[in-house]
C-alpha cells in the first residue's frame, strides 16, 4: 500500500553514503583504530556467580614488567545503593556497579579489577596476578530459585513487600475492571510460558580507546548506540566533567540495545589517566557473552477472556523478567506493549523485576515486548482456536484503532494495526498450501517507539553542496534516510547531500540511537534546519531579484519568482547562491535541537510457516512473510531490511538461542559455536510488506520501524508448530530435544 | 622467543612484516599490516568476518597463525576492489542494500568472491551453505543472497573477466 | 603464548625429532581449525608448534593402482573434495569430511586433524571407522599401523605415542556395489557440532547387504564402530525388520551425556533414526555403483 507521492528521493532506494567504506574494508569500527604510544588494557573478571570481596591484592601484578595501571572499584565514583541518580533509564547506583564489583561479585564475568599494560599478553598475565579473596556466597540464577522464600538475597538493601528481597520492581497497568470483565467471559483461556535469555548477538565486540592528557581532556573512541551516552556516563563514573570528555562514535557494528550502556569506557578513561598512555580495550566473544547484557529470561501467565462472538473483554497478564545482577528489566515493554494492539475494556498487566545471579540485562529490540508478545499471541491463537475462529479474524475483531485507548495510557490516533492484519490476510502466503507436517502461524506486535533529544547542523558548501551532521549513530542506514529527506526538501540529488554522524564536540545533545526513534527525531530536525536553509536561499535571491523573499518559491533546487506578479528572473541555483554567500550576509548553514514528540506506535503482523522432522524434534522456518505499518518508508530497502533483522532474530529466539548454564553457575556456550544464532542456511527469503499509514505528527509521516518486527515472531513460529502437530509449547527455545521430548511424551 | 620474519603476498604485493610466533593471520593483518578490513567477531572461526583467502583457498584468518603465510599468496577485502572500480559483488552490495552495519561486510563479500569463482552459477541453496560459516545478525540474510545471486548472474552476462581471475 | 616456538619442516623425520624432542608440550599444527581455538580460549599452551604442511605426504592424496586411497594426514576437506575420483569412490567420507565446520574452516581442517583431536563427535571419524580405514603413524620408532577406531583413547586423548605423528589414512579397495554416507544431527543446519554421527559403509550384491560398517559419533567417550548393527544388516535386503534391528543396536550401543549439545535419551533415540536415513543413503548410491 505505497502511498503516491510527487517524492523525488524520499521512497528511492539511494546508495547509502558510508557504502563505500563498508564494502571495501576501510569503514573504522571501534577496535579500528590505534594511537601512537597506545597500550592496551584487560579486565580481571569474578569466577563466581556470588561473592563477597573481602580483599583485592594488586601489588604483584603493579610490580609486573610492562605494566602501566591498575584499577578497581576503589577508582570508580560511588554511587550510595540508597539513592537513586538516573541518568535516562539507567540508575548510577548500578551502573557503577555494573562497570566494577564493589561489595560483592554478582555473576560470573563480573569486573574485579583493570590493568594496562604495554601488551594484551602482558595485560592478561597481570590479571591472573591480582589475589582477590572472596567469600563465596550461595546463589541463584533461574526466576523461580530467585523468588522462593530462602533464595539468597542480592542486595538486601532491596526490599519487596517489607523484606529483602530478589523483586527489584513491580509495574502494573491497569484499564477497567478485569474482575468484572472476567465475569463476561464466555471462553477463558489462561497459559504459563518461560522464555530462556538470549542476548543481542552484534558481531561486533564491546571495544574502546582512550586518550587522557595530563590536564584531563579526554578523548574517547568507541562504538555505542549514543555517543553522548557514553560522555555522560563516563563522566558519572570518573568524576570527570562532561565538557573534559570527547566521545568519538565509531562505526557500530550492530548494537541491538546491547550497546546503550557502557562497560569498558569508563575503566579505559581511569587506567589512561593513570598511565598516561592512550588505553585500547577489546572484549573477546566469551567477554561479551559472560559480562554484557542480554535480555531477560521470563515466566509468565496470560489470562484472556471473550465472547462466544470473539469479542475480547478480558485480559489479564504478569510478567516475570530476569534483570541480572542489578535491577532494570524490561518490564514496561512486556507490561505496556503485549495487550496494545486490541481495543479491550478490561485489562490488568503487571510485571517483576527480578533479580538473579546473571550478568545484568541490557536493552534489546523492543526490550519486554517480544516475551510479552509471545504469551499473548500464543493465548490468542489458542483463543481462536476455542471460538473455532480463524486467528487474523479475531484479531481483527479486537484490532486497536484510532480513538483505542491503549491500557498502558494513549489514545492511539490513525495507527497502522487493521491494514497490517488486512494485508496478512489478503496475502498469497496466507492462504498457500502446506505439505506434510507443515503448519502456519500469525501473531501481532506492538513496539511504543519514541521521540525525544536530537540535534542537526545542516550547511551549505561553498561550491552548492550540503553537509549533514546529526548526533545519532548509524545502526542501519539512518544516514541513507536523511540523505533522502534532504536532498527531496532542497531540490537537489542526493549525492550532493554529505550526512556525517558528529562527535560530542561537534553536534548538539542527542539521546540514544534506541526505541525505534532515529529516523523519526533526525529527520525532524534535519526538516527544521534545511526549512531554515531555504528560507535563507529565498531572502538572497530575493534581495538579488530586488522582490519580496514572499515572492521567491524554492523549487528543483533552485529559487525561481514565486509567479508571473513577481517578475520574470532566471532561477538562481544553489551553488550559484552559495558561490555568492560572501557578499550576501556570509555562511549559509542551520542547526536545530529539539526534544521531539509525536512518536507513534507501530504494529506488525506476521505469518511463519514451519515444517518439522518429528523423529529429530527439528523445526524449520520453511516461508516468512512480515507486514508491518511503517509510517513512511524513507529508504525502503533499510525499512525492509530491519524487518527481516528482527524476523531472523526472532527465528533464533524461538528455535535455538539460549543461554545455557553449568551447575556451577556459569555459562556453558559462551560463543557463536553454541550458542545457536541463525545461519545463511537455516533461513528462508524473509518477505516484507509495507504498509504506509503516515504519522500525522511527522513532517515525512514517519514512525520508527526497527522495533516492532521482532515482536510478534516468536509466538508466530510457536502458533506454526502448533499447527503443524497439533501440540503447543510453553517454552522457549523450541529446540531439538526439547520437541522430541515432547513429542513422545 | 625473537619475533619471526614473514615474506609474503597480500592482494598482489610482496610484504614483510614481523609477528610473534602465537600471532594468527588475522592479528598480523589487523596489527603491523595495518589492514583493518577484516574483522575480529569471535576468534575461533565460528562468525567469518575475518575470511580471507590464501593461494585462493578461503579461510578464517582467526585460525591460521601468521608465521604459515611464508610464501603463500594472500588476499583480504583490500585486495577486491581495482582501484577505484568496485568489484561486481561489492557494487551490487551498495545497490541493493546487502548490509546494514557492515560489520560482516568485508567477511561476506570475501567468502562471495570466493564462492562465485569456484561456481559462477550458484543456486540460492548453494550460496546459502556457502555462506553459512559468515554471520550476520543485521539482515536476515534475505538481501546479501540475492546480492550474491543477481551478482552472479550479471557477471555471466557481461562477461567480467577482470574479476574472475 | 610468548614463549611459544614455530616450527615448519619439510621433512618428517626433522618434525618427529622436534616434537619428540619437545614432549607434552608439543602440538602438530594441521589445519589448526581446534588448535588455535583451544590455544586462544587458554585451555591449550603449547611450547613448540610443530607445522606439518610443509611435508609433502602430509597433504598428499593419492589413488593407489588397487583402487584404493592415501590420504595425508593434512589434507584439507576442500582438497579431498577438489580431487577428481575421491568423493565418487568415498562419498560418505567425504560429506564427513565437508561437514566439519564452515566453508573456511573446510579449506584448512583435515581428517587427521579432526581424529587427533580426539573429540568423540568430530564428523569424519565414524565415517573413517565405517570405511575401515587404517592410519600410518610414525614415531622415534619407526612406523606402525593402526585401525583408525582404535586411535581415540576418550575425550581429547589419542593412543598414539609419545612422539608419534600421524602421517596418513589408507582407504581399501571397492568391491562392486559398495558405497557409503555420513549423516549427523545438528540443532542448526551448519556450523554446529555433532549431536549424534553416524556413518554406514555398505556392499550390495543382488540387494543383499553382504558387507557394512557402522560408526557412531557423539554417544560415548569415543566414536564407536557398532558390529552388532552392521551385523543386523549384513545378509538382509535391509528391509524394515532388518534397519530396526540395527536402529535398536546402533541405540543399544550408546553410552552418551547429557551435555549443553543434547540429553542422554536424544542422543540414544537420534543414533536409531540416523542409522536408518544414512543407511538408505548410502544403499541407494551403492546400488549405483
Redesign the interface.
Known amino acids: 500500500m505505497n502511498v503516491v507521492t510527487n517524492n523525488k528521493w524520499i521512497g528511492q532506494?539511494t546508495?547509502?553514503p558510508?557504502?563505500?567504506?563498508?564494502?571495501?574494508?576501510?569503514?573504522?569500527?571501534a577496535?579500528?583504530t590505534n594511537m601512537p604510544g597506545m597500550i592496551w588494557g584487560k579486565v580481571l573478571r569474578s569466577p563466581h556467580p556470588h561473592a563477597r570481596i573481602k580483599s583485592i591484592d594488586t601489588s604483584k601484578a603493579e610490580a609486573l614488567p610492562g605494566v602501566k595501571a591498575v584499577v578497581t572499584a576503589r577508582d570508580i565514583v560511588d554511587f550510595p545503593v540508597d539513592k537513586s541518580v538516573m541518568l535516562g533509564i539507567q540508575d548510577m547506583r548500578w551502573m557503577c556497579r555494573n562497570v566494577m564489583a564493589r561489595e560483592k561479585a554478582l555473576f560470573p564475568g563480573h569486573p574485579i579489577a583493570a590493568v594496562a599494560a604495554t601488551s594484551e599478553?602482558i595485560a592478561a598475565k597481570a590479571c591472573e596476578l591480582i589475589e582477590v579473596d572472596y567469600e563465596v556466597l550461595p546463589w541463584a540464577i533461574e526466576i523461580d530459585d530467585a523468588i522462593k522464600p530462602d533464595a539468597p538475597i542480592l542486595h538486601e538493601s532491596l526490599k519487596f513487600e517489607g523484606k529483602p528481597s530478589n523483586i527489584a520492581g513491580r509495574l502494573e497497568v491497569k484499564k477497567g475492571d478485569v474482575a468484572e470483565g472476567f465475569k463476561q467471559a464466555e471462553v477463558v483461556v489462561e497459559r504459563t510460558f518461560t522464555t530462556r535469555p538470549v542476548h543481542?548477538?552484534?558481531?561486533?565486540?564491546h571495544a574502546c580507546l582512550v586518550s587522557v592528557a595530563a590536564d584531563n581532556k579526554t578523548t574517547i573512541w568507541s562504538s555505542s548506540q549514543g555517543q553522548f551516552m557514553v560522555r555522560a556516563m563516563t563522566a558519572y563514573l570518573t568524576g570527570f566533567p562532561q565538557s573534559d570528555i570527547r566521545a568519538i562514535p565509531a562505526?557500530?557494528?550492530?548494537?541491538?540495545g546491547g550497546k546503550t550502556i557502557v562497560y569498558l569506557e569508563p575503566l579505559a578513561t581511569l587506567l589512561a589517566k593513570k598511565s598516561g598512555r592512550p588505553v585500547k580495550m577489546?572484549m573477546?566473544?566469551?567477554e561479551v557473552m559472560r559480562a554484557t547484557g542480554p535480555t531477560s529470561g521470563s515466566k509468565s501467565t496470560v489470562k484472556i477472556g471473550a465472547k462466544k462472538d470473539g469479542t475480547i473483554v478480558a485480559a489479564q497478564g504478569t510478567f516475570y523478567l530476569q534483570a541480572g545482577a542489578l535491577p532494570g528489566s524490561p518490564i514496561r515493554g512486556a507490561v505496556g506493549c503485549s495487550f496494545s494492539p486490541y481495543d479491550i475494556p478490561h485489562v490488568l498487566s503487571v510485571g517483576f523485576d527480578v533479580l538473579s545471579n546473571r550478568s545484568k540485562v541490557a536493552a534489546y529490540r523492543a526490550p519486554g515486548a517480544p516475551i510479552g508478545a509471545y504469551a499473548v499471541e500464543c493465548v490468542l491463537d489458542e483463543l481462536a482456536e476455542a471460538l473455532k475462529m480463524d486467528p487474523l479474524e479475531l484479531r481483527l475483531k479486537n484490532a486497536a484503532k484510532q480513538g483505542t485507548k491503549a491500557a498502558h495510557g494513549p489514545v492511539f490516533p490513525r495507527i497502522g494495526y487493521i491494514e497490517t492484519l488486512e494485508a496478512a490476510k489478503a496475502h498469497p502466503h496466507y492462504t498457500a498450501p502446506l505439505g506434510k507436517l507443515q503448519g502456519r502461524g500469525v501473531a501481532s506486535g506492538f513496539w511504543f517507539n519514541a521521540g525525544g533529544e536530537s540535534s542537526a547542523q545542516v550547511n551549505i558548501t561553498e561550491d552548492g553542496n550540503v553537509v549533514v551532521t546529526t548526533g545519532h549513530p548509524d545502526?542501519?542506514?539512518s544516514r541513507a534516510a536523511i540523505a533522502n529527506i534532504c536532498a527531496e526538501l532542497l531540490g537537489i540529488d542526493y549525492r550532493r547531500v554529505s550526512v556525517l554522524i558528529g562527535d560530542t564536540a561537534t553536534v548538539g545533545f542527542s539521546n540514544l540511537t534506541g526505541g525505534s526513534r532515529v529516523l523519526f527525531a533526525s529527520a525532524m530536525v534535519v526538516t527544521q534546519s534545511t526549512d531554515k536553509i531555504i528560507a535563507t536561499l529565498k531572502e538572497r535571491a530575493a534581495k538579488i531579484w530586488e522582490i519580496d523573499p514572499e515572492a521567491v518559491k524554492w523549487e528543483n533546487g533552485a529559487a525561481h519568482p514565486a509567479s508571473p506578479n513577481a517578475g520574470e528572473f532566471p532561477p538562481l541555483t544553489l551553488a550559484e547562491l552559495a558561490a555568492k554567500a560572501p557578499a550576501m550576509g556570509g555562511p549559509i548553514g542551520a542547526g536545530v535541537q529539539l526534544n521531539t514528540e509525536g512518536a507513534e506506535g507501530g504494529f506488525g503482523t506476521h505469518i511463519c510457516d514451519v515444517e518439522v522432522d518429528t523423529?529429530?524434534?527439528?523445526v524449520?522456518v520453511i516461508r516468512y512473510t512480515a507486514v508491518q505499518d511503517v509510517g513512511r518508508a524513507v529508504h525502503p530497502?533499510?525499512v525492509?531490511?530491519q524487518m527481516?533483522?528482527?524476523?531472523?532474530?526472532g527465528i533464533g529466539w524461538a528455535?535455538?538461542e539460549e543461554y545455557?548454564y553449568r551447575k556451577d553457575g556459569k555459562v556453558?556456550?559462551p560463543?557463536?559455536?553454541?550458542y545457536?544464532?541463525?545461519?545463511?542456511?537455516?533461513?528462508p527469503?524473509?518477505d516484507t510488506v509495507m504498509v504506509e499509514v503516515p504519522n500525522p505528527k511527522h513532517p515525512q509521516g514517519v514512525k520508527g520501524v526497527g522495533e516492532v518486527p521482532l515482536v510478534p515472531v516468536m509466538a508466530a513460529v510457536a502458533n506454526a508448530v502448533h499447527n503443524a502437530l497439533g501440540k503447543r509449547f510453553y517454552a522457549l527455545p523450541m529446540?531439538?530435544?526439547k520437541v522430541?521430548?515432547e513429542l513422545?511424551g | 622467543m625473537a619475533k619471526l620474519h614473514v615474506s609474503t603476498t597480500i592482494n598482489g604485493e610482496p610484504m614483510e612484516f614481523l609477528c610473534e610466533h602465537s600471532d594468527t593471520m588475522l592479528d598480523a593483518l589487523r596489527g603491523p599490516l595495518g589492514l583493518t578490513g577484516s574483522k575480529e567477531g569471535c576468534a575461533s572461526g565460528d562468525c567469518g568476518a575475518c575470511s580471507i583467502t590464501i593461494d585462493d583457498r578461503l579461510i578464517c584468518s582467526c585460525l591460521m597463525l601468521a608465521a604459515e603465510a611464508e610464501g603463500h599468496e594472500i588476499r583480504t577485502i583490500e585486495g577486491m576492489a581495482h582501484g577505484e572500480k568496485l568489484h561486481p559483488l561489492q557494487q551490487k552490495f551498495l545497490e541493493m542494500a546487502a548490509l546494514q552495519c557492515g560489520i560482516c561486510t568485508s567477511g561476506m563479500l570475501v567468502a562471495s568472491d570466493a564462492l562465485l569463482r569456484k561456481n559462477p552459477r550458484p543456486s540460492e541453496e548453494e550460496v546459502r551453505f556457502w555462506l553459512a560459516g559468515n554471520l550476520c545478525r543485521c539482515t536476515g540474510y534475505d538481501k546479501i543472497v540475492r546480492a550474491v545471486l543477481e551478482t552472479a548472474a550479471e557477471m555471466q552476462e557481461q562477461g567480467l573477466k577482470e574479476f574472475c581471475q | 603464548m610468548t614463549e611459544l616456538r614455530y616450527l615448519a619442516p619439510s621433512s618428517l623425520d626433522e618434525a618427529i625429532g622436534a616434537f619428540a624432542a619437545a614432549g607434552s608440550a608439543a602440538r602438530i599444527l594441521a589445519g589448526g581449525t581446534d588448535l588455535l581455538v583451544q590455544m586462544r580460549s587458554g585451555v591449550l599452551k603449547p611450547g613448540l608448534i610443530v607445522d606439518i604442511k610443509k611435508i609433502a605426504e602430509m597433504t598428499a592424496i593419492e589413488e593407489t593402482a588397487d583402487g584404493g586411497f592415501h590420504i595425508g594426514a593434512a589434507a584439507s576437506g576442500m582438497a579431498l573434495a577438489e580431487h577428481a575420483r575421491f568423493g565418487k569412490v568415498w562419498p560418505g567420507v567425504l560429506e564427513a569430511v565437508n561437514l566439519i565446520g564452515s566453508k573456511q574452516v573446510q579449506g584448512r581442517a583435515s581428517a587427521g586433524g579432526n581424529l587427533c583431536n580426539g573429540s568423540p563427535a568430530g564428523d569424519s571419524v565414524p565415517a573413517m571407522v565405517a570405511a575401515g580405514a587404517i592410519v600410518t603413524v610414525q614415531g622415534p620408532n619407526g612406523r606402525r599401523q593402526m585401525k583408525v577406531e582404535d586411535v581415540p583413547a576418550g575425550p581429547g586423548r589419542t593412543n598414539l605415542l609419545p612422539g608419534e605423528i600421524l602421517v596418513s589414512f589408507t582407504l581399501p579397495p571397492r568391491p562392486k556395489g559398495s558405497s557409503d554416507a555420513y549423516l549427523r544431527m545438528i540443532p542448526r543446519t551448519e556450523m554446529d557440532i555433532a549431536v549424534v554421527g553416524v556413518g554406514v559403509s555398505l556392499t550390495l550384491k543382488d540387494g543383499v547387504c553382504t558387507a557394512a560398517r557402522i560408526g557412531l559419533g557423539a554417544v560415548a567417550p569415543t566414536v564407536l564402530l557398532v558390529e552388532a548393527a552392521a551385523n543386523a544388516l549384513i545378509g538382509s535386503k535391509l528391509d524394515d525388520a532388518a534397519l530396526n534391528a540395527a536402529a535398536a543396536a546402533c541405540s543399544a550401543a550408546c553410552r552418551p551425556i547429557d551435555d549443553k549439545r543434547g540429553t542422554i535419551t536424544y542422543r540414544t533415540k537420534v543414533a536409531g533414526v540416523l542409522l536408518k536415513r544414512t543407511t538408505a543413503i548410502a544403499a541407494k548410491r551403492a546400488q549405483e555403483n
Not at chain 1, 527481516?644 to 532474530?649: D, N, S, T
Open positions: 532506494r546508495i547509502r558510508d557504502g563505500v567504506d563498508k564494502v571495501t574494508g576501510r569503514a573504522a569500527f577496535a579500528d599478553a543481542q548477538g552484534y558481531i561486533e565486540p562505526e557500530i557494528g550492530g548494537g541491538f577489546v573477546t566473544r566469551e545502526i542501519g542506514g523423529e529429530l524434534g527439528i524449520r530497502s533499510y525492509e531490511g527481516q533483522g528482527g524476523v531472523a532474530q528455535l535455538n545455557i556453558d556456550n560463543g557463536f559455536l553454541d545457536r544464532m541463525p545461519v545463511c542456511s537455516d533461513l527469503m524473509l529446540s531439538p530435544p522430541l521430548e513422545e
